[in-house]
């Protein structure tokens, strides 16, 4: 379909071989251990310390009962050991095959405790730290997939960490404010690569408090279906037979058309994503003709809007 907007297919990239993968592998899967005490090490706790961080970004979501605001404030701290390297397509076939080798990627979080806090307009909320080293903020600065990535592991590692359910659908990232609240501090645990089994994704480096870590925690790997964004069906004329319809999608989480997949055809309309933030699949009333099809997207509102016109139908 034509667009004003490109909405590229991801291309694979399969030219990699054995040794180049596993060269990788290694990589992904080095120990990012940067000190941990030997005695704590030994006894097999995790030693653990305040960590001073700086605001990156603010999330904003709800929590899925009763629709109470929450905001994830990720933030930054070269206390906390660094990510493993991974280009795009490495990270596009880690999100592709979670259960293979490769899903042993792992992201060091400190995540903090919820807190009752204020909203700028005074009604109460509540606020989460996520704490990562500033090389993950930076990276997804460069990339919308790693970016997406990113908010995806802060969003799931508070949920599993504290029991939560958040909305995916109100989920924001705010444009003019990196933080909630007032700056704490975590206490952390030092990260211990340990003998036991592969740990996917993120590897949670937060205690409770200084003195009384907990136990380092591992979380899966996104594996949900990707939510459903919000999106608004218009057809033109609003009476009558239709002879287009105009489909307008918030997409908040996307900067960039270039990691959109749109196909219309027949009455069904397909959007994914390549970093799995949203997925949107319908069907319409009547067949469209798919080769009048247009869509665009305009990455200061984050709205796709997709013009379909009937097929068959009466001129616009």
Do not use: W
Not at 130 to 147: E, I, K, N, T
């Amino acid at each position: 379909m034509s667009s004003s907007s490109s909405l590229s297919m991801p291309v694979a990239d399969e030219s990699e071989d054995a040794e180049e993968k596993l060269r990788i592998l290694q990589q992904l899967l080095a120990s990012q251990d940067s000190g941990a005490a030997p005695a704590a090490a030994a006894a097999g706790a995790p030693a653990s310390r305040q960590v001073a961080y700086e605001p990156g970004l603010c999330i904003k979501t709800r929590q899925d009962s009763g629709g109470a605001k929450l905001f994830i404030n990720l933030c930054r701290s070269a206390d906390l050991p660094a990510p493993p390297e991974a280009t795009d397509e490495q990270l596009a076939k880690l999100l592709e095959d979670p259960d293979s080798h490769a899903a042993r990627f792992r992201v060091p979080l400190s995540i903090g405790e919820p807190r009752a806090e204020r909203d700028h307009a005074g009604s109460a909320c509540t606020a989460i730290d996520v704490v990562a080293h500033p090389s993950l903020l930076d990276r997804m600065r460069a990339s919308d997939l790693y970016r997406n990535f990113a908010i995806s592991l802060a969003v799931e590692g508070a949920e599993a960490k504290h029991g939560l359910s958040l909305s995916r659908r109100d989920l924001t990232v705010l444009r003019n404010k990196k933080y909630v609240g007032s700056i704490e501090q975590q206490a952390a645990q030092h990260f211990v690569r340990s003998g036991g089994p592969p740990k996917p994704f993120i590897q949670e480096v937060s205690g409770s408090e200084a003195t009384a870590p907990q136990p380092s925690s591992s979380l899966s790997a996104p594996s949900k279906t990707p939510p459903r964004p919000e999106f608004r069906l218009v057809q033109e004329p609003p009476y009558g037979s239709p002879s287009h319809f105009v489909c307008e999608i918030r997409l908040p989480l996307i900067s960039s058309a270039g990691s959109l997949q749109l196909q219309v055809g027949g009455d069904r309309l397909l959007l994914t994503c390549r970093s799995r933030a949203y997925r949107l699949d319908f069907y319409l009333p009547v067949c469209i003709d798919q080769a009048a099809c247009c869509a665009q997207f305009d990455a200061d509102s984050r709205l796709l809007t997709v013009t379909m016109p009937v097929e068959g139908g009466p001129a616009a």
